[in-house]
């Protein structure tokens, strides 16, 4: 493969190299026209030989960049030129999650940031019938220490069924992530995501991937027959219902796994301290219009409402026909009606004046306010100033916080 350092490519002046892989090499490059830094991914045409693979890698180039997601990386443009085929996407200085693994266990909170959006993320590219096939910590870039970033979308899957993961330098994917049935070079689907970022949870709440081994064979043949350790094993601050869900996204059977990764991201949201927030006890329970209780299983709370998943905090809506959402800003005006700055709103990247919901005759309705991360209904991204109708259980995201919408 030939180096490009201190060559320009289609308009982009390349610096250093980022990073590599079987077939393609990404480096950093620089665009004056728009004055920023992009990385490039540089896949030399004679590595994979003929026009029908580059004809399907054109078309993946074409899917992935349609995928809109604050936690997927941002693809800008595709280009040919002397030989080789590349992608410019979002440039992201903070490096990768790989590179901040010290083989110690992090709190639960900590992962709940990096794993609650990676899931979201495949939740929705599995909604646009796109599989990951590499989830891995290498995969996922950090552009804030809690803002993953999934990267390497589709190359590895427009790769199957043309190598063998037996041959020598050719596997499709990385071994240590596999799930059993591409280890055993069957095709896969959905589920194989959910696996592998189960097994990237399993490595961030632990220090140690399920399966170690001298050799990739081994650590495949091991996935195939045996169970991993009990992750409280490793780390006793696991609790059963968070080791409940990292076994059963480990499942060999893919049947015994979650169905979706959207029920995985689900279970996940609900246990305590997903957000980092605590559980206040019940005796705290307040309920002025417009303030936060916290419900226990059997509260009578009623009335339009908002539920922070991972919390139960149950965000009471005032009574009036527009709610602004929000985070609230002392030197601003007005106030958000609804202010998710004390539950993680910072952090999950919720804008000042995010989303308002309108109260109509047809019933409420969600528009986003030019938010800079995004407003989501059910993981469907909120066109800017286009009303959505919202009902009864569905989930609302701004940012990275999901909130549960509930009517009565």
């Known amino acids: 493969m030939r180096d490009w350092i201190g060559r320009t490519l289609g308009g982009y002046r390349i610096a250093e190299e980022i990073g590599r ?17 992009v990385a490039l991914k540089v896949l030399e045409m004679g590595q994979v030989g003929d026009q029908e693979f580059l004809a399907r890698f054109r078309r993946e180039a074409k899917a992935i960049a349609a995928l ?14 002397k030989g080789i085929a590349y992608i410019v996407m979002e440039y992201v200085p903070g490096g990768t999650l790989k590179a901040r693994l010290t083989g110690q266990p992090m709190e639960w909170p900590d992962v709940a940031r990096l794993i609650i959006p990676v899931g979201r993320a495949l939740a929705y590219a599995h909604s646009q019938d796109i599989v990951h096939r590499d989830v891995k910590p290498a995969n996922i870039l ?25 041959r020598p330098g050719t596997s499709i994917g990385t071994p240590a992530y596999f799930s059993p049935e591409q280890a055993a070079g069957e095709e896969v689907d959905h589920r194989s995501d959910i696996y592998s970022l189960g097994v990237v949870l399993y490595e961030l709440l632990t220090g140690h991937i399920p399966f170690e081994a001298d050799t990739p064979f081994e650590m495949m043949l091991l996935r195939l027959r045996e ?12 609790t059963p219902q968070l080791e409940a869900v990292i076994l059963r996204a480990l499942a060999r059977d893919p049947a015994e796994r979650y169905p979706t990764m959207e029920a995985l991201v689900d279970d996940l949201s609900r246990l305590p301290g997903a957000t980092a927030q605590a559980i206040a006890p019940p005796s705290q329970v307040v309920a002025p219009a417009g303030a936060t209780i916290r419900l226990g299983k059997h509260s009578a709370a009623t009335g339009p409402r908002l539920l922070v998943r991972g919390t139960g905090a149950v965000l009471l809506l005032p009574q009036q026909e527009e709610v602004l959402i929000g985070r609230a800003d002392p030197n601003l005006t007005p106030s958000p009606d609804v202010d998710l700055g004390p539950h993680g709103g910072g952090l999950a990247g919720v804008s000042r004046r995010h989303a308002r919901l309108l109260h109509r005759p047809e019933g409420w309705l969600l528009e986003d306010l030019h938010s800079t991360n995004g407003t989501f209904l059910n993981d469907t991204p909120v066109p800017p100033g286009q009303p959505v109708r919202v009902r009864s259980g569905d989930i609302i995201r701004c940012g990275q916080l999901a909130l549960a919408f509930y009517e009565e």
């Open 68 to 81: 809109r997601h604050p936690n997927i990386l941002t693809i800008y443009d595709y280009g040919e030129e």
């Open 142 to 166: 950090l552009a804030r220490p809690d803002w993953p970033l999934l990267a390497d979308f589709g190359l590895v899957k427009l790769l199957g069924g043309r190598r063998s993961i037996t």
């Open 227 to 238: 169970s991993p350790v009990p992750p409280c094993r490793l780390n006793p601050a696991i």
């Open 21 to 37: 892989g079987a077939i393609a090499r990404v480096y950093r490059a620089y665009q004056p026209q728009l004055e920023r830094w």
